[in-house]
């Protein structure tokens, strides 16, 4: 590694902590297909390409917190449909809370600059 | 236009540009070997590939347009490059082809199921000059046969094979091509194999032509020497036929090159899409879908071309040389100043210009010019029209002249006393050197011109069995013409005037016609008939005059070669007895009686040999009694030898046992006195 910081890095480590915690919360609501959230993020102004988040779903899932089943689609391959399972819900509230506590402590933080 | 394909992707039809499939298959694979890498990859990279699947319909299916290179590009912008996805793992990605690269120093052997086809040397020989595994083996099966048809002791390429079997190192291999051989279809003349192999070797496609065709030059050069008529041998020749038969092999066994992805294989350039998008190969030739018939029956023409030039070269430079030497008989046969004009014409645009034309063609088609000189074209077809115009017309005129055959025989009777007649040319032998191999003046002679008649050797002599009894002679003089009176005219013009002294005939080897009409093929027969049991002696001057042409029909006549008053190679015919027999009852006694007497001597000589034989067996006998008398004699001898030996023996014995006796009678006497 690096001793000289890199910016990029940063960036991106940043936008990949709270990337899982965003994808949780739009799967938590209900079911969702990956690209579905893909253009979910997109709106919200969160760039993410669905070659990072077809891993991350991936990881989460072999984690244990979510769950998916096949979904008939009109012509081609059934899709594969996302949903949160028990353990899911219970890591995401701790995810929220976590994610609270940053964001308070965040804002303070600048908002006395 | 890009060619558009019909893929089948995660069981989805879909329509595609081509080279936005490559362009496609080629992300497909860094995707694929960037989620590979990690945990749980092999789902994301499944569940990826469902995905674009579903992209890649949708443009199908929402703009009923096919797939673009813009499409693909879209698509990897939602999907992400690997490099865009984790910068971390992209380097590790980008380090594997670096232990591809170590990996490629040593030679192993593949161990891949999916690339070895026997135990992986060719593969993995092919990994380690990052070539073609097809080619490696190609060359592998060409140098093996080759190595059976030169019948070496032992198989060069089958032995190691094995050595390097045992030797090398198995390893896993996912052979990357780099290189594929195809055929070039944008620089081709025949196939566009030479070009193609060019490419892969980076080299320039004239030399590999030239390595191609060489042999064939070589071999159409080497038959001119024998005029012609060996193209079939030539094909069946080892090394000239070696890059023919090499050449129809790759025609046949090569794939064309017929996408941009095939261009940067063949060439060796790495493909991804950024090469794909920038290659300049992506104007593709426009691809007339050959049948594989179609394209047999065009290799079987360039076949007919190529032996067609191959007979017709030698024979067009052998018409050429023959025109130069028979310039002289053209000169009277021609006659007049319009038909010797075109008779240049012919030679020059009608058999000179085409061979210029072939031989130009090729050096232009080796030298890759492709586009045809128009001018050039243009005059060649001003002066090819030319020239066949004046062919016919020559034909046409020579035809006309010469349509009609009359000959004239005239017979008549040699009265000579002796049994034999001599035939010799009128006219001594010329100081020619009659060693030469290849006699250039030999056309020359054929003609000798006068100051008011042209002497032409046009003679020809037979000899035929008579059933007379005395030699007769038949001239027959004959020639073409206009019509029958002409062609009768010409035939009688003919001077052509035999001698005959004591029993020798004089025959003229030239006939003489006049210098002031062209010649009309003018021509003498001779035909001596030969009375039985007659003899006739070609002289080997005559002969060798006549080119060693007479003719006959062998039967009834005996040979000898040993002729006891004339030269050693005169002919000397004797109208033999082997007629049929009636014929020889009937009408000739002397041969009956000749019979007798040979029958006579048959039995004599086989007294002679029956009385040798008795007198050698009886010397044989008395040699086998004298024999065995001494054997005996000698046996007698010893027997009267030994015996007396035997018989001194026993008296020495006697004298002996008398003597010990007497001792013995003295030794007691003695005692006794002593007593």
């Not at chain 1, 949160?84 to 965040?106: P, R």
């Not at chain 2, 291999?173 to 051989?181: A, P, Q």
Request: charged share 25%; aromatic share 10%; proline share 3%.
């Amino acid at each position: 590694m690096s001793t000289s910081i890199n910016t990029d890095n940063i960036q991106s480590q940043m936008k990949k902590g709270v990337l899982e915690f965003a994808i949780l919360s739009i799967i938590q609501r209900g079911e969702a297909y990956p690209s579905d959230i893909t253009s979910e993020l997109k709106e919200s102004g969160m760039q993410v390409l669905e070659g990072t988040l077809y891993p991350l779903l991936t990881r989460l899932k072999n984690a244990g917190y979510l769950d998916y089943r096949w979904v008939e689609s009109t012509g081609g391959p059934p899709r594969k449909y996302f949903t949160m399972t028990d353990t899911g819900k219970e890591f995401y509230k701790t995810l929220e809370s976590t994610w609270n506590e940053i964001s308070q402590a965040v804002n303070k933080i600048t908002k006395q600059n | 236009m890009e060619k558009i394909i019909q893929i089948n992707y995660q069981g989805r039809n879909i329509s595609i540009e081509e080279n936005a499939y490559n362009a496609f298959q080629q992300y497909e694979n860094e995707l694929k070997a960037f989620f590979l890498k990690e945990e749980g990859g092999e789902e994301t990279f499944a569940d990826l590939q469902y995905r674009m699947a579903e992209i890649l319909e949708q443009k199908n299916t929402t703009t009923t347009l096919d797939v673009t290179m813009d499409d693909i590009n879209e698509l990897i912008d939602t999907i992400g490059k690997p490099s865009d996805l984790d910068p971390e793992k992209a380097e590790t990605t980008t380090e594997a082809p670096k232990q591809d690269a170590t990996e490629k120093k040593k030679l192993y052997r593949n161990k891949n199921k999916k690339e070895k086809v026997i135990a992986g040397v060719c593969s993995g020989i092919a990994h380690y000059f990052s070539i073609d595994p097809i080619a490696v083996r190609l060359m592998f099966v060409l140098f093996t046969i080759f190595n059976i048809a030169t019948l070496f002791s032992f198989n060069v390429g089958i032995v190691a094979y094995i050595v390097l079997w045992v030797l090398l190192e198995p390893a896993y291999i996912k052979t990357n091509i780099h290189r594929k051989l195809f055929r070039n279809p944008k620089d081709k003349i025949l196939g566009g194999v030479c070009s193609g192999i060019a490419q892969f070797f980076n080299a320039e496609t004239w030399v590999v032509r030239l390595i191609f065709i060489a042999p064939f030059l070589l071999g159409i050069m080497t038959n001119n020497a024998h005029f012609g008529g060996r193209g079939i041998h030539f094909l069946g020749s080892s090394f000239y036929g070696l890059t023919f038969i090499a050449y129809m092999i790759l025609w046949v066994i090569v794939p064309m090159a017929k996408s941009s992805t095939d261009y940067m294989l063949l060439k060796g350039e790495p493909i991804n899409i950024s090469t794909i998008q920038n290659s300049t190969s992506m104007n593709l030739v426009s691809q007339k879908s050959h049948s594989g018939l179609s394209k047999f029956l065009k290799v079987i023409a360039y076949i007919l071309i190529a032996l067609f030039l191959m007979f017709m070269i030698p024979i067009a430079i052998s018409i050429l040389i023959g025109s130069v030497f028979s310039y002289n008989l053209a000169d009277i046969v021609l006659f007049t100043s319009v038909n010797k004009t075109l008779a240049l014409f012919t030679i020059l645009f009608f058999v000179l210009l085409p061979l210029l034309g072939i031989i130009i063609w090729l050096i232009r088609k080796i030298a890759g010019y492709n586009k045809p000189s128009k001018p050039l074209r243009i005059i060649f077809a001003g002066l090819n029209i030319l020239g066949w115009a004046s062919v016919v017309f020559l034909i046409a005129n020579l035809v006309k002249e010469n349509n009609t055959y009359v000959s004239k025989p005239v017979t008549q009777t040699i009265s000579i006393s002796s049994d034999t007649l001599f035939v010799q040319p009128m006219t001594p032998d010329s100081t020619y050197s009659e060693n030469v191999v290849f006699e250039l003046n030999q056309f020359d002679r054929i003609l000798e011109k006068g100051s008011t008649e042209n002497k032409i050797k046009a003679v020809r002599l037979k000899y035929k069995k008579s059933d007379d009894t005395t030699f007769s002679i038949e001239i027959e003089k004959s020639a073409f013409g206009h019509n029958r009176e002409e062609a009768g005219d010409h035939a009688t013009s003919v001077e052509y005037e035999t001698r005959l002294v004591g029993n020798t005939l004089y025959l003229p080897s030239m006939l003489s016609v006049s210098n002031k009409i062209p010649y009309h093929f003018q021509n003498v027969k001779v035909t001596i008939y030969v009375p039985r049991n007659k003899t006739l002696i070609i002289s080997e001057k005559m002969k060798r005059q006549l080119s060693y042409s007479i003719r006959t029909n062998h039967k009834g006549f005996e040979y000898h070669a040993d002729s006891s008053n004339e030269t050693e190679d005169d002919d000397v015919i004797t109208a033999g007895k082997d007629l049929e027999k009636s014929t020889i009852r009937i009408n000739d006694r002397t041969i009956t009686i000749d019979d007798a007497l040979q029958d006579q001597k048959k039995e004599a000589k086989q007294m002679l040999n029956e009385a040798q034989r008795d007198a050698q067996q009886q010397i044989d006998e008395a040699k086998r009694d004298l024999d065995q008398s001494t054997r005996e004699a000698q046996r007698n001898l010893e027997e009267a030898q030994r015996e007396a030996k035997q018989k001194i023996d026993e008296a020495q014995r006697t004298l002996e046992q008398s003597k010990r006796e007497a001792q013995q009678k003295i030794d007691e006497a003695k005692r006794s006195s002593n007593k």
